[in-house]
């Protein structure tokens, strides 16, 4: 399930490297994954139109973040 995706590395396609998921919550309809993004706790969902692809053996998830969704943080 997604919520094994905690500990995998979140790699954007734009951004590169996001961090390690710290956690995992499932909402209603949605999981959101929690990430420490430069010094920033981020927040993003996983679902099929974010994760573009999850590497099992290496740890990784690749997504495919919305345009401006980390700026809401990083601000």
Same mark, same amino acid.
Do not use: R, W
């Given at each position: 399930?997604?919520?094994d995706?905690k500990?995998f590395?979140?790699?954007?396609?734009?951004?590169?490297?996001? =961090?390690?998921i &710290?956690?995992?919550q !499932?909402?209603?309809h949605?999981?959101?994954?929690?990430?420490?993004?430069?010094?920033k #706790?981020v927040?993003?969902?996983?679902?099929?139109?974010i994760?573009? =692809?999850?590497? &099992?053996?290496?740890? !990784?998830?690749y997504?495919?973040?919305?345009?401006?969704?980390l700026?809401?943080?990083? #601000?």
């Amino acid at each position: 399930t997604l919520k094994d995706l905690k500990g995998f590395i979140a790699i954007d396609e734009n951004e590169g490297e996001l =961090g390690e998921i &710290l956690e995992v919550q !499932e909402l209603p309809h949605q999981y959101i994954a929690t990430v420490q993004y430069q010094n920033k #706790e981020v927040l993003f969902p996983l679902n099929e139109s974010i994760i573009k =692809g999850i590497d &099992l053996d290496g740890g !990784e998830v690749y997504v495919d973040l919305p345009e401006g969704l980390l700026d809401i943080y990083l #601000e």
